[in-house]
């Protein structure tokens, strides 16, 4: 009774164990799901010491095919009069955070006029903001960089709480890019690279990151434990169906050694019927399991040819970063509760 007692709270364990973690794999994709950002396709170079894109180039391409967006990222020193702030300093262009969906806390965002006409206008994110000025609540403001004067149109979003950011026009000083955002809504992926290589991107040049398909994936992952469940419940079932047509054929043999088939199917319907029910439920169970095992794989094979985000994360920061933090903490769950569930199937059976 003590045994039977420990081996039921073992397996509530396991099952309490492997169920929490099944939960925080989908805890995790949704968490990504909603803080990052859908229908972005991330852009980057491939190749040490390759030519970067002219932004006037890039300009004139969203003005004419789809939207995409770039950070060119160095540090200055903003200037007030009591006081000198290092930032971070984003070089962009007008529909920034249109592509990536960042919030305005205060004012707007620097605008394709402003862009343009290379006027000096700055978005601080909201780090900056508290930092510089103490609210922000600072639209109109005004700051020096290099002895030139900016005026603050607003504050974004940006969700990053460690870097002072400030994003202005990259009309400012002739620059390139690198690595670059795309919105995706609307169009096909092959008809997007093959639009970019008129901006001198291509396959052989650029790493293409379809930042859905990693989410996808983390989505996957909870399912395909799940299935895998599913394959052991099956297993199991079709163990214990197995010794219960096994008494039931001993049973219909044995009766059937006493009376005539019709007279015991007139008489004991459930004892000539129960083989037969029995051996159908047992031939279910490893169709279902194969159909799992071979859904399981059509699911799993294309997450080969997922390009990882490792080495990325620092480019469009916070938002690469918190998608590759979320991809690697769901990985590591991945394997541990497949892991996991393996063990608990051994000491489950080795019980039996």
Known sequence: MKISFLSAKLNIFCAAVFLLTVLALFAIAFLAHNGGKRNLLLVTSSQTGSHGINVN???????????????ILSTEKVSLSYADFSVTL???????????????????????QAWTGAQRHAVLNETAANSIFGSVK??????????????????IDDGDKKSNRVYVPSSMADGYAYNFLVLTAGFDETLIKNSMKNLGIHDTNYDFFTLDTII????????????????????YIFIILT????????????????????????????????PVWLASLLVLCPILTLFLLLHSV??????????SLKGKQELFFPLVERL????????????????FLCFSVIVFIRRK
């Open 243 to 274: 010794e219960k047509l096994k008494i039931a054929a001993a049973e219909f043999k044995s009766k059937l050694n006493k009376h005539y088939f019709k007279q015991l199917f007139l008489e004991n319907q459930k004892t000539a019927f129960k």
């Open 324 to 339: 590759y933090n979320f991809n690697q903490a769901s990985g590591f769950l991945f394997v541990f509760s497949l892991i």
């Open 138 to 155: 600072i639209a109109g403001s005004q700051f020096k960089i290099r002895g030139e004067t900016w005026i603050v149109t607003g504050v």
């Open 57 to 71: 180039r890039i300009e004139e391409f969203t003005e004419s095919d789809f939207l995409l967006t770039y950070e």
């Open 298 to 307: 059509s699911i799993i094979l294309p997450w080969q040819d997922i390009a």
């Open 90 to 112: 984003v070089r962009t262009n007008s529909c920034y955070p249109q592509i990536i969906n960042y919030s305005l806390s205060e004012g707007a965002f620097f605008s394709k």
């Open 216 to 235: 996808n994936l983390l989505f996957e992952r909870p399912q395909i434990m799940l299935y895998f469940l599913f394959c052991f419940i099956f297993i």
